[in-house]
């Protein structure tokens, strides 16, 4: 039975705008943002290169401690391949691999850590469920990854954004 995945496109407008608060902090513009009359610092978001630099991140994103205690999942490797295309990254289950656009014009949106925690938040849902592929389990795994690993400040502003866009929470 595939489960409908009714969130989905609320998610990725969600993120993309969070990706663009972000280009225009790495732009200059500052890292300081308002978000709901609280003033926030934005911290700075990791971007790749290349495969390899992707799949290093992986594994050490897996490999933190309280990651691997939070989600049994951890502990399965993931393998990170280039991806044709330049419009999506995903997450392959069976095979355990996330596929990045890293060629053409137009991808460097995806050689970034909020798509990559993203990809990984999807790796981490545990074996033999059955949820919506960006229902609020996923949600609440990403969220959980972006404040761990980003920072708080990061998961606040993705967190405010979901909300704000109607997207159900862990």
């Known amino acids: 039975m595939t489960v409908r995945d009714a969130q989905r496109s609320r998610v990725y407008e969600a993120e993309a705008l ?3 608060v972000f280009d225009r902090a790495d732009a200059g513009t500052g890292r300081q943002v308002e978000l709901y009359g609280s003033s926030i610092t934005l911290p700075v978001e990791r971007r790749f290169a290349s495969v390899d630099s992707v ?3 992986s594994d050490r994103v897996l490999a933190l ?3 691997r205690e939070t989600w049994p999942r951890a502990a399965v490797p993931i393998t990170v391949r280039q991806r044709a295309g330049t419009t ?3 997450y392959e289950p069976a095979t355990a691999t996330l596929a990045v656009p890293t060629s053409g014009s137009g991808t460097r949106w995806a050689l970034r850590e909020l798509v990559v925690l993203h990809e990984l938040a999807h790796h981490l849902e545990p ?4 949820e919506a592929p960006h229902g609020p389990p996923f949600v609440d795994r990403y969220l ?3 404040d761990g690993v980003i920072g708080a ?3 606040l502003l993705l967190r405010a ?3 704000e866009g109607g997207v159900r929470l862990g």
């Open 18 to 20: 969070v990706r663009r």
């Open 55 to 57: 799949q290093d991140y």
């Open 65 to 67: 401690n309280w990651v």
């Open 88 to 90: 999506a990254a995903h």
């Open 127 to 130: 074996d033999g469920s059955d």
């Open 144 to 146: 959980t990854l972006v």
């Open 153 to 155: 400040e990061a998961a």
């Open 161 to 163: 954004t979901l909300v």
